[in-house]
Nanobody
Framework: QVQLVESGGGLVQAGGSLRLSCTASERTFSSYIMGWFRQGPGKARELVAA????????SYADSVKGRFTISRDNGKNTVYLEMNSLKPDDTGVYYC?????????????WGHGTQVTVSS
């Protein structure tokens, strides 16, 4: 069972930046594809960014391309989401997720989420 703990959320003004972190309990962290999801008020949960085992492959939702960067440090069992040029529409609960399966497969493990609020 993989345990994921997110941190780094908070309140920021539009145009500002935040860096989210997610640390996993699993020793074989490097064998998991990692993703960041978010759920805004009244919206469905959406995949924001994903990163492959080695970090060589990444993908982003169109709404965050050019503004968000996902990265990972397998030595620290941690995945990051660097968020720049934040907009009020980026407000929501951000969840870290992991899957040991293939790219595009459903995610099996989830963190509890961290709140990001972007004020206009």
């Amino acid at each position: 069972q993989v345990q994921l703990v997110e941190s780094g959320g908070g309140l920021v003004q539009a145009g500002g930046s935040l860096r989210l972190s997610c640390t996993a309990s699993e020793r074989t962290f490097s064998s998991y594809i990692m993703g960041w999801f978010r759920q805004g008020p009244g919206k469905a949960r959406e995949l924001v960014a994903a990163i492959s085992w080695s970090g060589s492959r990444t993908s982003y939702a169109d709404s965050v391309k050019g503004r968000f960067t996902i990265s990972r440090d397998n030595g620290k069992n941690t995945v990051y989401l660097e968020m720049n040029s934040l907009k009020p529409d980026d407000t929501g609960v951000y969840y870290c997720a992991a899957t040991p399966r293939t790219w595009g497969a459903p995610y099996d493990y989830w963190g509890h989420g961290t709140q990001v609020t972007v004020s206009s």
